[in-house]
Each structure stands twice: as C-alpha cells, then as structure tokens.
C-alpha cells in the first residue's frame, strides 16, 4: 500500500485539505485491503527509528479498527478482524507482541491497548496461543527491563477491561485466566519495584471480574488475598491505593468469601483510614461503604425471603454491625479532615465527605444500633468552640438520620432543633450550610419529630436565610422549607378544618421565595430551582385559607413569564436562563391552576394561554413540556368553557 508513513504524517499537518486528503486515504486503505492496512499500522507501530507521535498515531488507528460505542458497530469491526485470513492476523499479532519490548515508552504503552483490543476480540474463543506465554515471559524473565514489565502488565489490565466490557462474549476459560492471574501475581510480588507492583495490581483489580474459580479454590485465594494484603503496606501510596481498589473489588464481587480475611481487613482498613495519606484512606472507606451496600442488599433479600416463604441462598454476615463500636467513632473523627479552602460550589471528593457517605450507608445497614455510637460524638462537639468539629458534628447526626427509625432518633431530633436553629448564623460558612441541609433532612425524614412550639422559629429562621446567605446556605434553607411543606400532604386536619399551621406564613413565605428567584446569583448553586420548588411545594400543600393568596399570586407569575420574553440574549449561556426560567414559571401557573377554582383562573385563561402558545415557539423541549403540563391543566380546570376562554 501507499507509504503509511506519509499519510500518517498528513494527518497531523495543519493544513487542513492536507489533513483530509490524508484521512481519506487511511479509510481507503482499510476499505480496499483491511489486512495489508492492518499489518502496515501494525509494523509502524514497531518500527523503531521512525517518529514517536507517528508511531503512537499508527497504534491508535490500529486500535479504532476494532473499537466502537456502538454495540452493533463495535460486533461488525470484531467480525471483520476474525474474518481475516489467520496468517495474516497471526504476522500482525507478532508485530504487535514485539512491539511492547520496544525501548520506547510511547510505543510500548500504545501497542499494550491494541494488543488488549486484539485479545478482547480472540481470547473468549480460545484464539491467540502466543498472547499469554509472550506477556509471562516478559514478567517473569530478568532479561527484560522493568519498564517492558510495566508495559506488559498494562496490557493484562487492559485486556481484562476490554473483555469484561463486551457483551455476549463467551465465557474465559479458565486456562486463560490462570495464565493472566498468575503473571499478575508474579507482577505484585513485595520485591518488585514500585512501578511494577502498581500497573500489576490495576491488572489484578480488573481481572477479578473473571478470577471465580481462583476465589472458590482456597489455596489460589488465599495467594490472591496474601499478595494484595502486602501490596497495602508498600511504601508507595499509589501502590497501596491501587491495593485496596482490588479490596473494594473483592467485596463487591465476592462477599462470601470474606469470612476467612475479615479481621485482617477490618486492621488494615481501619489504620489507613485513621493514618494514611487520603488517597488510600479514600479506597479504604469506600470498602466499607461497598460492605454496607451488599449487606443492605442481603439484609432486604432475607426479609423478601421471609415474606414469601422462599429459601434463603445467601447470608449476611453482618461484617458493619460487628464492626460499628470501632468504625462509627473512627468515621466520625475522619468527618473532621474537611478541605481548608472549602468553598460552596465545591465538588471534589475528600475524606470528610467519603465518611459521611460512609456513615450514612452504615446508618441505613445496622438502623437503630447507629444512634447509641455517633450520638456522643454529636452531643459532645455540636456547640464546640472548633468549627471542624461543629461541623462534622451536625454533619454526623444528618447522616444517621436515615436508618435509625423515629422512635430511636426522634428524642434527639426533638433537642436539636434549637441548638440547628442558632447555628443557622454560624460564623463559618460551612457549619451553616450543613446545618441548613441538616434541618431539610430532619423535615423530610423525622418532621413528626420536630416540637410544635418551635414551628414558628423554624420557619422564621429559614426564612430569615433566603436573601442575606451564599446561594448554598439559602439554597439548602430552600430545601428544608420544600420538605417542611411536603409533610402537611396527608394533613387531614387542615383538609377538615381549611387551614394548617403554614397559613400563618404563606404570603411571606412565597413573597421572600420569589425575591430569591430574582437574586443576582440564584444561577449558583442551583439555587432559583430549589425556591421554584419550595414556592411550588407550599402552593400544593397549603389549605383551602390560602386560595385568596394563590389568586393574587397567578397574575404575578403569568406577568413574569410575559416579561421574560423581553429579555435580551447574547450568549448561550444567556438563551439557557432565559429558558430554565420560563419553564419554571410554566410549571408554577400548572400548580397553581391545579389548586385554584375555575371560576378563579377563567379571568386570567386568555392571558396565561398567550403566553404559553409563546412558550412553544421556543426551541427547547423542556419548556414545551412544561408549557403543554400547563395548557393541560387550564383545559382540565376549565373544561368545557376552555374553548370560549381561549
């Protein structure tokens, strides 16, 4: 074929029609003889002395031969490859074998991912015999240096990804995976390199999707779980980090055969969350989070067993309950490590945030138990003079509040409230907003629970929060005043008597709301969608008393959804505002005509339809959906007057 060399250079040059013409020609070479174009990149790819960026770019078409998002299309390149005559496949797996010896790293790491796409493609059938012994060879020998090692076993983990994403791909024969496995083991060894040991567990993590039969055999799982318990004590962090990825992995996929491992692991897990550098303290929380998750799954399997009358296949062994007196302390104390340089909008994991999810999980798996273990630790810190500590006591008490059942949690719910309601105003921003978005959990999930003589403050003080705090203090206060609404939705004394203990403060509540929708940063921290939804919550939940308010309150927002049509566009960040806001006002007249009576809405129908007619010339579908929700309810309210109105 043509000089691969050249038009892979022309696809870098700048020269756009250069450029084209040079891709046109790599799609005519793979059209006119996909075997010749195959084995070219492939020797490209292999040939030192020629050009890294060429070399690497010559690995990544090869490799696009075979990949593709779409199912269909990624099964049609896989077809096309094995269709092709078998010597020609075989002189192009060679190239590429040798190509991972290359003294380049570059080449190396770039022929690892298409040999593992060559693999993903021939090993579920049993093709390629060379692919394991080369690749073992290149482990285990001392004649090859540690970066063809580290090549080597980047293309095992490559490999195992690969095959595990492909669907209706056969079964690994066992053969195969004890291959792989043992060059991964050999790679994880204590006396490896660092580098070494850290590309073979990221291979050891991936593989284990096809190592079941390893893991039924005691002494191969025992060498499994032996080579990654000395893996957490490296003294490399990326080493250990990786090590305890494989043990979140195991827990996950395997939780059955933990028994033997479980003391060992609760050790180990345990002091890299209290001592180790973050990103191995992360890995280790997250294996008792993905504990939590299996045994809430076991645990809800056992009852539906139960219910039902059907054998129970699997047990739960109850690994977080055993483990709460050390890891519920050990969690709460970690919610202390908060970033210094925190901020509102700040969305990176850390360790804090990773053991209040955590303890929220374990809060949901052993229920009640939980309250007797963290409730110390908030009673003591909650008012502490360290804002860590306040913080990550408020933080604490939030998480356990799903789980535990009202009756367990309640009493202290029932204390708090005064104690949240004070750190409202909080000097650091960060106990405010955990405190708020504590106070909308209390209101979501134990409201019963919150003493009716502080109602007014409660409210009071939210309210108090909408204007005059960052957008997610406000936002959260948002948040409590939708749930506080939500709860009076089964209030069937309001319903008997028509009016319930939000009347009081509807109409400041709503005016206060909408002000919030008009804040000059209401953008951040979503926070015009949280009073959208809160204004939206108490119109549906309000009592009959409140429909005199609803009725001055439609014209407003029919009047603003007008006005909105004004306003100018110069960006698309601008267009996207502009329509998040009409779709939101669209939704609020739905709820508000819902709740009104016809005779109420037939005065403003013709208005309201004209500008929702306008909405749906509007080139965005969530605006049409909620324009049409709203256009159906006038027509439901109207009925058969809704023609004459319009």
């Known amino acids: 074929m043509a000089d691969i060399t050249a038009i892979l250079l022309g696809c870098q040059n700048p020269d756009a029609a250069i450029r084209t013409q040079a891709e046109q020609a790599l799609a005519a070479a793979e059209t006119n003889n996909y075997a010749a174009f195959a084995l070219a990149l492939a020797n490209e790819l292999g ?22 998002k779409e199912d269909s299309l990624q099964t049609a390149k896989h077809h096309a490859w094995m269709n092709m005559d078998a010597q020609a496949r075989s002189n192009i797996k060679a190239a590429l074998l040798a190509s991972i010896r290359s003294p380049q790293t570059i080449a190396r790491h770039t022929a690892a991912q298409a040999c593992a796409e060559v693999a993903a493609v021939e090993l579920p059938y049993e093709q390629w015999p060379e692919f394991l012994p080369t690749l073992m060879e290149n482990v285990t020998s001392p004649e090859q240096s540690d970066q063809v090692k580290i090549s080597t076993l980047e293309c095992l983990g490559f490999s195992c ?23 991964i083991i050999d790679g994880i060894r204590a006396d490896r390199p660092d580098a070494i040991r850290l590309s073979a567990a990221t291979a050891l993590r991936n593989s284990l999707l096809f190592t079941k039969k390893n893991m039924e055999t005691t002494d191969e799982r025992n060498m499994i779980m032996t080579a990654i318990c000395e893996a957490t004590q490296s003294k490399n962090a990326d080493v250990r980090s990786a090590a305890y990825e494989c043990i979140v992995q195991i827990a996950y996929q395997y939780y059955d055969k933990l028994a033997d491992y479980m003391m060992t692991l609760f050790n180990l897990t345990t002091t890299a969350i209290e001592t180790d550098e973050e990103k191995v303290a992360l890995q280790a929380i997250e294996f008792w989070s993905t504990l939590c998750e299996e045994e809430t799954d076991l645990i809800d399997e056992a009852h539906h067993c139960q219910m039902n009358g059907i054998p129970l296949t699997r047990q739960c062994m109850n690994y977080v309950k055993g483990a709460l007196a050390k890891l519920g302390p050990l969690l709460t104390l970690t919610l202390t490590k908060q970033d210094e340089d925190w901020t509102s909008d700040d969305e990176l994991w850390n360790l804090s945030m990773a053991a209040a999810t955590c303890l929220g999980l374990v809060a949901s798996t052993v229920e009640d138990e939980v309250v007797a273990v963290v409730a110390p630790f908030v009673q003591q810190h909650i008012q502490s003079e360290n804002w860590r500590f306040r913080e990550a006591a408020t ?17 202290y719910v029932n204390q708090s409230i005064p104690i949240l309601l004070g750190a409202l105003s909080d000097p ?85 709301l909408l002000q919030v929708t008009d804040r000059e940063d209401a953008d951040e921290n979503n926070l015009r969608v949280a009073a959208f939804e809160a204004i939206s919550a108490l119109i549906q939940n309000g009592a009959s008393d ?59 129908a013709d208005n309201i339809m004209h500008n929702l007619l306008q909405v749906l010339q509007s080139k965005n579908a969530t605006c049409h959906e ?21």
């Open 47 to 68: 040939t030192e002395g020629r050009d890294l960026p060429v070399r690497q770019l010559a690995g990544i078409h090869f490799k696009n031969l075979l990949v593709a």
């Open 161 to 183: 990804e690969r095959i595990a994403s492909i669907e209706d791909a056969p079964e690994i024969k066992p053969a195969t995976t004890d291959g792989m496995l043992t060059a």
């Open 395 to 411: 933080m604490a008490f939030s998480s356990i509040l799903d789980g535990p059942s009202s009756e367990t949690i309640g009493p």
């Open 428 to 512: 650091h921003d960060m106990v405010k907003d955990t405190t708020a978005w504590t106070i909308g959990r209390i209101c979501e999930l134990h409201v019963r629970s919150i003493p009716q003589e502080t109602f007014p403050t409660l409210v009071n003080g939210l309210m108090a929060k909408l204007l005059t705090e960052n957008p997610s203090v406000s936002g959260q206060s948002c948040y409590a005043l939708h749930n506080l609404a939500t709860a009076f939705a089964e209030d069937d004394a309001g319903q008997i008597n028509g009016t319930n203990a939000l009347s009081t403060y509807m109409k400041p509540l709503l005016t206060t």
């Open 546 to 604: 409140c429909l005199p308010l609803y009725q001055e309150l439609l014209p407003v927002i029919t009047g603003r959804l007008q006005a909105s049509f004004n306003v100018s566009v110069l960006t698309n960040e601008d267009k996207e505002r502009k329509e998040g806001v009409q779709g939101l006002l669209c939704g609020l007249i739905q709820v508000l005509v819902i709740r009104m009576e016809a005779k109420s809405v037939m005065p403003h």
């Open 626 to 646: 909620e324009a049409f929700s709203a256009t159906s309810a006038v027509c439901d309210k109207l009925e058969g007057d809704f023609e004459v109105s319009t």
